[in-house]
């Protein structure tokens, strides 16, 4: 990837739910080609942060910087059309569906705007179909799950394999930018390794941007290129791994737990 980094910017940012302060003049900056991990206790406002960075959530002040541009007042939904998504914790895979259609309907995107020339040249559809196939094969492939039939229903994965899906999904859409809240949460350990291997794979190759939210300090620092630390609504470090691993803020906060 020779493309220079896009950044997704907090700046200032305040969030006040009544009288708790759950993010305190936050700023951070998050580019695309690297994996960037958010770790900090429960509470730290980790959730918060990734949520007004999507715009599911609005600041109480500060703004969101997308590439230069002030998006501090787009919606959720304007903020996928250029390039930001968001996952929850919760598996996101159509079970009723194979697992090579979910992974074929992360190309909608792009199909979209093709749609008009498709239409008025049907021989375009197959070739474009038999293509977007290749594509989502050599993906599951490149996820570690090409051993399932690509043609068994994603419901009876294992919840593990399920999750890799969910992240197989991500790979066709264009999206610049995808905050995973917790995705290794209730998995068995190798899953896990695979997974975060995977995601640096995704963001060095693909000049993806991914934030990894978790709040095993292990894994982060094993996968992430840049750590963000965060406690009681601040950013206490943010860094390499090897620099924040030895903050003497983050010994304190992560030995006194
Ligand atoms: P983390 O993801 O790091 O565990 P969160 O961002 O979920 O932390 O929460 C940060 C703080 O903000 C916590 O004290 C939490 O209780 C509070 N909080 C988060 N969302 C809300 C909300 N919608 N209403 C009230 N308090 C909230
Ligand atoms: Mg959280």
């Keep these: 990837m020779t493309r220079s980094p896009l950044f997704l910017q907090a ?30 206790p429960n509470g730290a406002g ?19 910087i997308y590439d230069g541009e002030d998006i501090t007042r787009h919606p959720g939904y304007r903020r996928v059309e250029i390039g930001i998504t968001r996952t929850f914790q919760d598996v996101e895979i159509f079970p009723t569906l194979t697992v090579l259609e979910n992974v074929l309907l992360g190309f909608q995107d792009q199909l979209g705007e093709k749609l008009w020339r498709l239409i008025l040249t049907p021989g375009e559809v197959r070739r474009q179909r038999q293509q977007f196939i290749a594509q989502a094969l050599e993906i599951l492939k490149t996820i570690g799950i090409i051993d399932q039939r690509p043609d068994e229903l994603a419901g009876n994965l294992s919840y593990g394999q399920q999750k890799l899906l969910a992240l197989a999904r991500m790979l066709p859409t264009d999206a610049d930018f ?20 995977l995601l640096r794979r995704i963001a060095t190759e693909h000049g993806k941007g991914i934030v ?31 620099y924040v691993r030895r903050h003497p803020d983050v010994l304190r906060v992560y030995l006194s737990r």
């Design 212 to 242: 990894l939210v978790d709040h095993n300090m292990e894994l982060v620092l094993e996968y992430a290129e840049h750590v963000i630390v965060m406690h009681h609504g601040t950013v206490l470090a943010q860094g390499a791994p090897e």
């Design 46 to 64: 980790k959730s918060t942060l990734l949520s007004i960075l999507s715009g599911f959530e609005r600041p109480s002040s500060g703004q969101v």
């Design 178 to 197: 995808f905050m995973l809240d917790e995705p290794g949460s209730g998995l068995p350990r190798p899953i896990v390794a695979h997974m975060g291997a």
């Design 11 to 40: 700046r200032n940012i305040t969030r006040t739910f009544g009288d708790l302060v759950a993010l305190d003049d936050v700023s951070v900056d998050i580019p695309t080609g690297k994996v960037t991990g958010l770790i900090g």
